[in-house]
Structures are given as structure tokens and as C-alpha cells.
């Protein structure tokens, strides 16, 4: 990959790790989470931010979040060595078509996105030659958004998921390897197809149950939703989350979410069969099963 | 009500209620922090505990959480001038008939349960005359279970549901609100069938919800729920809840259960056409509704 990654192989390279210029595309929650992390870590020398709002770049860099904030996005992108998509899912591909001629060579392009699928291959061959696509997908709590909660240690201790295709640059592959293990995160490698299965399941399959519970409640009454107590409110946390971003990653998850949601249906309408029959034991031995799954997974 | 409930009219009732003997029948979570509560307002003198397991109502007295327990009904009961059924609804029936015979004349019979409606009128018509029955729902996380996390602080600042019905007691009316706002609830009346309306769609149909997404995930495949993150944790924490208990809830409020899964499941169909149309549109109008009113709630 050149100097521009100072690697020394001597040594154990998550030690090593150091990018000149970091470009950072949507600085919100977990940009500017990133953001942070790669400075706590000294991972990077300047860090340069791209986004819509000037208000929220200016904000950014005044807490020290980026070095310099930019509304263009050639501008932003010139000279990194690593440049991070952490929009929503929906405008990478046009995002990754603008900068392709503007691109350093040798650059390594990455995204903390929730969905991979077609996308992964579809950056790929849109960034080369030149540049080299990896996809990341940090599993970190995406209800909270915007740059005040960031936090440089959100991914410490948790998974992050790298998805390398066939095609994928060995090189790009270790620095995006070693950069998330320095920042503390457990790694494991999927392709972008297993990824998908895995996170519509535990993940976007929920969002929707979370966002349509709550419009559930307010269809069945208005003035229900105040009664809300804390086990709702967990249940219902994640629709706190960007109908923006979550729109993105369920349409273009929608082949694995509509096969889940009919998996999901099929198991409340077996609910139904044991309501309607007043059958307690059934009933007990679905939510047993569920509650003992549940428990594998610890109190918090 | 006599001289057993020390209420001095000329004072506000709330801060001399006093009573010299309460039964908690189920020395649970809610049962055990209720006893602490009691006993850190000096709402009564002695507490005796009825259950099913010695080792646990041992380990209650041992605690101060109650000052005696039995295993025998009569004999926990005995002398009471309030008895809390804080046991699984379903043998609340069952329960108060054999006691019905033994309760001190005048004593005040109340609940602690998730689910009301006919239970309500059951279990008054079964007591009387002789006692009184209010039925108090308060609300409380309930995947807690066992006596260890008792709490005496649990119900304040929490709202309590009381659902008198028209032949109820004046006197024992006021005595467990009075209780109740002893202990920081925040009081409100319902009847009996609109407290399970209200409870069917924020807290029952939450809690099939809950479990039922558990079991979609171990249905979509064994090893997926390792990859489960924070917002799946969140969403299936009430999953956590005791199965025995949730089974009597949802069997008793079948009726509205089913028309609430109805809506829901209508709702996943409409998300289901979005998908299939890919309707980025339509889909992010559903999350975006959602997202606001759960804004509503609060973060947290």
C-alpha cells in the first residue's frame, strides 16, 4: 500500500497503524464516534469531515470532533488515505460515483453501515482500480444520532464485522482489520450475503417491530401511548432510530426482511391459534422457550 | 372499616394510614418490594408472607422483608386487615376461595396484578361480604423476578392504576390510595375493563411481541442470536419476564389480544407491500410516525 500507511511489519502491525488523512463522510453519531476513537488512538494524523448541514461541520470541528469540515465532497476526500462512508446506506453509490476520479491513489475506502448485500460489490467496482472498498459494519447502538453523544470508546468490546469478497485487497483488508481491533473491537469476517441474513434477523427485522408496536398502540388509541412503561420503552428504544437511515437498510435488505417477517407472522398467528383455544400450556411453553434463549443472552 | 385502619379524619388520610397486619400472598419481585415499601413508610406493624417455597420465605424473613411466612394460606392470612395477592394471576380465583371463610371481618383484599377485567368482579363477589376487594395495578418492571432486586423505592414516581367498580367500598377504596400515594404513585382510576384495553396494547401484546421475536430469530437460524446487539437486547428485555405469569395475563385478556395482534399484523403487511413495492417513501412515513411518537416517551 506505500508509505502513506506506516505499517512497520517488524512488529505486531494494530500497533503500527498510522493514516496521514482520515476523511470522515456524515459526521453524526457514529462518524463523529469514529472520529474520536481514531484520535484517542492516535491512529491518524488529520481528520476531515464531509456532510449536508455547515452548522453541524462547524460544531464538529470546534469540539475537536474533525480538523476541518467541508460541504464539498472532492474537497474533503483530497489526499486521505482512508475515507469512511458513515451516511445513510442510500447514497453511497452516487457518493462513491462523484469521487472516483478525485480518489489518492492507493486510498482505502471503508463504511460502519448496517447492510452490505450488493452494496460491497457494487463499491468495489465502482472505487477500482485505484482505490480499495471493504465493508465494516461496527455493531454499535444506532438509536442515538447526532454528534453530542459521541463517544470514543463506543466500540470498545464489541463486534465489528469486516465483509472481504473474493476481490478484496489483502492490504486494505489488514489496515481495516487492525484499525478496528486498536479501537477495541471484537472482529469477525462474513461475506456481505451472511452479513445481511445475520443482521436482518437481530437487527433490522427488529427496527420494524420496534417502529410498527408504536404506531400499533396509537392505531388502537390515541391516548393509549402515555401508559407506556419501562418494558415499552426498551421494547421501543430503537424506533428512537433514523426512519432515514433504517428506510435505506430495509429496502435494500428487503428479500432476507420479507422472508423474516414471514417467519415472525407466522409465530404471532400461532399465538393466536393458542388464545383463541385458551391453551396456557402451549402458550407457556413458546414464551419459556423464548425467556430461556433470552437469558443466554445476559440481563442488560 | 372500624378501628383497624388508624385513619385520623381530620388530618390528610395519606399520612396516617396505619395497619396492623398485612398478608403478602407471593413473596416475589413486586410482593417483596412492596413489604419493603410498607414497611420503610411505617405504612403497617407486622407483614406475614405466604408461598410455595420455604427456602424463599426464609430467605425473605431473613431479610426483614417480611417478619413471618407460612405455607399454609389460613395461617398467613390470619388476623389481617390487608391481604395483597401478588401470586400469579391465574390462581387468584382459586386462591381467594379457600380463604374467603377465614378473613377478618372488615379486612381489605387487594391486588398487584397486570390484568383486571373480570377478575375484578370475581373476586369481589367471592369475598364479599365481609371483605372488600380493589383491585391496583402498579406499574413496575416485571422481567424482574425473586426477592434479591426487591426495592423499597420501586413504585414511586410510578403511576399506579386502581379499578374500582360500583359496588366497591368507599373506606377500602380510600385505603389503597392512600396507600399507593404513600408509597409515591401516581394514582389514576379505571375500570376494570378499560384497564385491560389500555395494558393489552402497551404492556401484554409488548410482551408476545418480545418473545415472539426471540423465537423468529432461533426459527431463522440456531446460531444468529450471538450477533444480537444492544437494540435487540433492549427490545426482547421483557422477554426476561416470568413465562408462568405472562401465559395467565394474555390468556385472561385473550379477547383484546387478539384484536391487537390483528392490528399488528395488518401493520408488518403494509411494511411488507412498502418492501416488496420497494417504497422507500411509504416505509420511511411509517418509521418516521413512529419514531416521533416515541420520541414522546422520552430517551429512556
Not at 508509505?3 to 512488529?11: D, T
Not at 459494519?137 to 454528534?147: L, M, N, Q
Request: proline share 3%; charged share 25%.
Amino acid at each position: 500500500m506505500g508509505e502513506k500507511f506506516k505499517v512497520l511489519p517488524s512488529q505486531p502491525s494494530h500497533n503500527n497503524l498510522f493514516l496521514n488523512r482520515v476523511a470522515i463522510l456524515g459526521v453524526g453519531f457514529i462518524g463523529a464516534s469514529l472520529a474520536l476513537a481514531l484520535k484517542t488512538h492516535r491512529l491518524c494524523g488529520e481528520i476531515s469531515g464531509f456532510g449536508r448541514r455547515e452548522s453541524n461541520l462547524i460544531r464538529a470541528q470546534e469540539r475537536g470532533i474533525i480538523d476541518s469540515g467541508s460541504l464539498d465532497l472532492i474537497e474533503a476526500i483530497s489526499d486521505a488515505d482512508l475515507i469512511v462512508f458513515a451516511m445513510p446506506v442510500g447514497v453511497f453509490l452516487e457518493t462513491a460515483a462523484m469521487m472516483r476520479g478525485a480518489l489518492k491513489e492507493g486510498a482505502v475506502v471503508t463504511d460502519v453501515g448496517s447492510i452490505k448485500g450488493t452494496f460491497v460489490y457494487e463499491m468495489e467496482e465502482l472505487l477500482s482500480p485505484g482505490a480499495f472498498f471493504i465493508g465494516a459494519h461496527p455493531i454499535a447502538g444506532s438509536e442515538k444520532s447526532g454528534i453530542d453523544t459521541a463517544d470514543a470508546y463506543l466500540f470498545s468490546g464489541n463486534r465489528c464485522i469486516i465483509t472481504p469478497t473474493e476481490r478484496s485487497s489483502k492490504d486494505a483488508l489488514d489496515i481495516i482489520s487492525t484499525l478496528w481491533k486498536t479501537l477495541g473491537a471484537r472482529i469477525e469476517t462474513m461475506t456481505p450475503e451472511e452479513h445481511d441474513n445475520v443482521f436482518g434477523a437481530v437487527s433490522h427485522l427488529p427496527h420494524i417491530i420496534a417502529y410498527e408496536i408504536v404506531n400499533t398502540v396509537e392505531d388502537i388509541n390515541g391516548i393509549y401511548l402515555r401508559y407506556a412503561g419501562q418494558g415499552f420503552k426498551d421494547l421501543t428504544r430503537i424506533a428512537l432510530s433514523s426512519p432515514e437511515l433504517w428506510r435505506d437498510i430495509c429496502i435494500a435488505n428487503r428479500v432476507n426482511l420479507l422472508s423474516d417477517l414471514d417467519i415472525f407472522i407466522a409465530r404471532l398467528e400461532r399465538v393466536k391459534g393458542h388464545l383463541l383455544a385458551s391453551d396456557a400450556r402451549s402458550l407457556e411453553e413458546e414464551f419459556r422457550r423464548a425467556s430461556s434463549l433470552r437469558d443466554g443472552l445476559g440481563q442488560n
